[in-house]
C-alpha cells in the first residue's frame, strides 16, 4: 500500500459527459502529480500541485483541468469525453519541495469512455 | 517528442539468470533518473533510483548502471525471480526544475521457469 488514495477504481462514461478523479496523497506529501496511461503506452504527465498551486503542465488537453485543495487532496476533471479518454489515470505524490523526492502511486482510476 | 526511451517492449528470461532492463534519454537536462516496477490493476512502485553525480547504486539484487555520456541506464536484476513478472518503467527528471518525472513506454518483463 503506497498511501496514496484514488476513487472510484473503475468507471464508465458516456461521450459527452464529465467525470471527477479523486486523489488523497500520502500523509504528508505536499506535490500531487497525475498521470494518463492509454493502453500499451508510458505515463504521460498531465500535471502537478505544490500545496495548492499549480507548479507543472504536460499535455494536458483543455477539456481536462485538475486543482488541489487546502486538505491536499486533488481533484482531475475530465470533460467533453471522448472514446479516445479512455485510460488509466495515474496520481502519485511525493514530499516535494526543493529536493525532489520519489513519488509514490495510487492504483490508479480505470476510466472506460462508451 | 520520447525524452526517455525504452526500445524493448519485452523481455524474457530464465529464474536465476540476469535481467537487463534498458533506457536511454535525449533530455541532457535529466538529473535524477529512478526505475518503477508495475504490476497488472496497481499503480507504479518505486523500486530504485540514482542520481547523475554517480554511475552506479545497488540495492540488493538491483543495480541501476547509468552512463551519462550515452545518455544511458540499465536495470540489472541477478538473480531474476519469478515475482519480479512485471512491467519496468524508467523515469528521469531535472531536480532544479518542477520535479515532474518523464517516463518511457516500459518494458515487460517475463521471467520463466
Known amino acids: 500500500d503506497s498511501g496514496v488514495t484514488q476513487t472510484p477504481k473503475h468507471l464508465i462514461t458516456a461521450t459527452g459527459q464529465r467525470v471527477t478523479l479523486r486523489c488523497s496523497p500520502r500523509s504528508g506529501d505536499l506535490s500531487v502529480y497525475w498521470y494518463q496511461q492509454s493502453l500499451d503506452q508510458g505515463l504521460q504527465f498531465l500535471i502537478q500541485y505544490y500545496n495548492g498551486e499549480e507548479r507543472a503542465k504536460g499535455n494536458i488537453l483543455e477539456r481536462f483541468s485538475a486543482q488541489q485543495f487546502p486538505d491536499l487532496h486533488s481533484e482531475l476533471n475530465l470533460s467533453s469525453l471522448e472514446l479516445g479518454d479512455s485510460a488509466l489515470y495515474f496520481c502519485?505524490?511525493?514530499?516535494?519541495?526543493?529536493?525532489?523526492?520519489?513519488?509514490?502511486f495510487g492504483q490508479g482510476t480505470r476510466l472506460t469512455v462508451v | 517528442d520520447q525524452q526517455v526511451k525504452q526500445n524493448s517492449p519485452s523481455l524474457s528470461v530464465q529464474e536465476g539468470r540476469i535481467s537487463i532492463l534498458n533506457c536511454d534519454y535525449t533530455?541532457?537536462?535529466?538529473?535524477?533518473f529512478l526505475w518503477y516496477k508495475k504490476y497488472p490493476a496497481e499503480g507504479p512502485t518505486f523500486l530504485i533510483s540514482i542520481s547523475s553525480i554517480k554511475d552506479k547504486n545497488e540495492d540488493g539484487r538491483f543495480t541501476v548502471f547509468l552512463n551519462k555520456s550515452a545518455k544511458h541506464l540499465s536495470l540489472h536484476i541477478v538473480p531474476s525471480q519469478p515475482g519480479d513478472s512485471a512491467v519496468y518503467f524508467c523515469a528521469a527528471t531535472n531536480t532544479g526544475t518542477a520535479s515532474k518525472l518523464t517516463f518511457g513506454t516500459g518494458t515487460r518483463l517475463q521471467v520463466t521457469l
Open positions: 533530455n541532457s537536462m535529466f538529473d535524477y
Open positions: 502519485a505524490s511525493s514530499v516535494g519541495g526543493e529536493s525532489f523526492t520519489e513519488a509514490f
